[in-house]
Nanobody, 124 residues
């Protein structure tokens, strides 16, 4: 079983910065990709940024380009999201996601897991 633990959310004024962290743990053989998504009240969950672990390929939502940066620490199975120039419309619950391969009762299996979410609130 694989678990994700997120941290770093909070309240910040517009124009400020926050850094989110997400650590994956458990019966992991290989993490293939990790990423961040967000969901604001009344809206669908949307992509913030993803990162492939081996190829270091990144993908950003349009709103995140130029302001947010995703990075990783492979040794710790941890991904970070540095968010700068935050705007009130960035207010949302931010969820971490990880996909990869791990051990389970049934043997070696792929996993696709989500964290519990961390609240980011940007005041105007």
């Amino acid at each position: 079983q694989v678990q994700l633990v997120e941290s770093g959310g909070g309240l910040v004024q517009a124009g400020g910065s926050l850094r989110l962290s997400c650590a994956a743990s458990g019966n992991i053989i290989r993490v293939n990709a990790m990423g961040w998504y967000r969901q604001a009240p009344g809206k669908q969950r949307e992509l913030v940024a993803t990162l492939t672990i081996r190829g270091n390929t990144t993908n950003y939502g349009d709103f995140a380009k130029g302001r947010f940066t995703i990075s990783r620490d492979n040794a710790k199975n941890t991904v970070y999201l540095q968010m700068n120039s935050l705007k009130p419309e960035d207010t949302a619950v931010y969820y971490c996601n990880a996909v990869g391969v791990g051990y389970s009762r049934g043997g070696i299996q792929q996993f696709d897991v989500w964290g519990q979410g961390t609240q980011v609130t940007v005041s105007s």
